[in-house]
């Protein structure tokens, strides 16, 4: 589809198009960002939980994390960063 059938068709300019285009390429082409997290002494709860603060200040909470949970996840962040372990 062209480039003006498009934006017409959502009803977006093309500038809007090129600048979301080129924002995009560029944000694929860089490389990852790692995310700090800290942990935090185990408590007496069966099922801990593990939360990671982003830098934009929002935080995830991940409950009910296992041992093997945590490790599948480590190893998932380790792959997409090419191998280094976070």
Known sequence: MAVHAFCEQRQLTETTFH???RELRRRAAAPPAFV???VVAA???PAP???VLC???HVV???GASPATLR???QALATL???TPC
């Open 43 to 45: 408590t007496a709860d």
């Open 36 to 38: 700090p997290v800290t």
């Open 49 to 51: 939980s593990i939360e």
């Open 81 to 83: 960063a090419g191998g």
């Open 61 to 63: 909470t991940v409950p």
């Open 72 to 74: 599948e996840l480590f």
């Open 55 to 57: 830098q934009s200040g």
């Open 19 to 21: 600048h979301w285009h």
